[in-house]
């Protein structure tokens, strides 16, 4: 006892509490960190580069008039792409649906969700389980499986479209050097080039019809496809449409980068390739050997559910190893 209090009791409370803290701070790293990584770049990006040429004084001023131009609008674009991001960090369901290129509007997502969470409860049921776990399962197949099928679709047509933009930059450099406007590249793209470039590069297009000017257009494809590389091409266009500048060169810069950014996703992915077999081995052991242990003795295991000891020991085992698995997955999940 330590002034009246057991100590075992005040061990556990702090353990559980030192868990969710670990947990919240797991879960909200990366957004702390690509913060204070976007303001870094903005510093560089803004910082005035110096140049000393006295033969030239009236380029010097005019290069000087043109940085400040930029740097303005880098500031400009920065802030709405911010506010943007922190939007579509989170986006609605039905923009989801959009951005996985189903057609499938919300009405009939919620009835899918509705079939699937009958489906499960019936199959729970015939299988045997209790009532509190039959609506356990319906409630994770309602809304978890639509959901994480949703976001598979999506995570899936945003990888085309990291593998395609480059061979679209590169159509659009190629047809600035021949002579051709940038409406005219933008349409050669949205009928020559491969899903789901071709279908954003048409909104692009339709929108374009409709009056809006070619910065403002291809800044929405960003809404569409919440990804680094459309927001870089979307951030070139702007920058030439309000500043000037030699297009092709820019766009010939960034479908270099895209490359490299291709070529590093690919050298990062083969060397974690070691850490993720690992974190799976170690995640999944506990499990394994529980469910070994229940096969070979049942009455040896069968107290962690039966005893309100065991049910309190084996909830907290699950929420430690549910926080080391997100430790191990922000450690082997990298972003560039």
Known sequence: MFFGFNITVIAFVGLVVLSVVSLVYAAFYRRITAAA?????????????????????????DGVARRKNVQA?????????????????????????????????????????????????????????????????????????????????????????????PNAVEVIVRGVKAGLPLNDCLRMISVDANEPVRSEFRHVVETMSMGVTVDQAVGRLYERMPLPEANFFAIV?????????????????????????????????????????????????PIIVALLVYLTSPDYIRILWTDPAGQVVIGCSALWMFMGIMVMRNMINFDI
Do not use: C, W
């Open 73 to 165: 609008t880098l500031k400009e674009i920065e802030t709405k792409q911010r506010h943007k991001a922190s939007k579509g960090r989170n986006p609605p369901m039905s923009l989801r649906l959009q951005q996985a290129g189903l057609k499938m509007r919300m009405p009939q997502f919620i009835m899918m969700s509705v079939v699937m969470a009958v489906v499960t409860a019936i199959i729970s049921l015939l299988l045997g389980a209790p009532l509190l776990a039959v609506a356990g399962i319906a409630f994770v197949g309602g809304l978890g499986l639509p959901r994480f099928f949703v976001n598979y679709m999506r995570k899936r047509r945003q990888n085309a479209f990291i593998n395609e933009l």
């Open 37 to 61: 990584q976007t303001e870094k770049r903005l510093d560089k990006v803004a910082a005035p580069v110096a140049r000393h040429d006295p033969s030239a004084a009236t380029a010097r001023l």
């Open 237 to 285: 266009i702007a920058i030439q449409a309000k500043a000037g500048g030699n297009l092709s060169e820019a766009l010939g810069n960034l479908a270099r980068v895209l490359r490299e950014r291709k070529k590093m996703k690919a050298k990062i992915q083969a060397m974690s390739m070691e850490a993720k077999a690992s974190a799976s081995i170690i995640g999944s052991l």
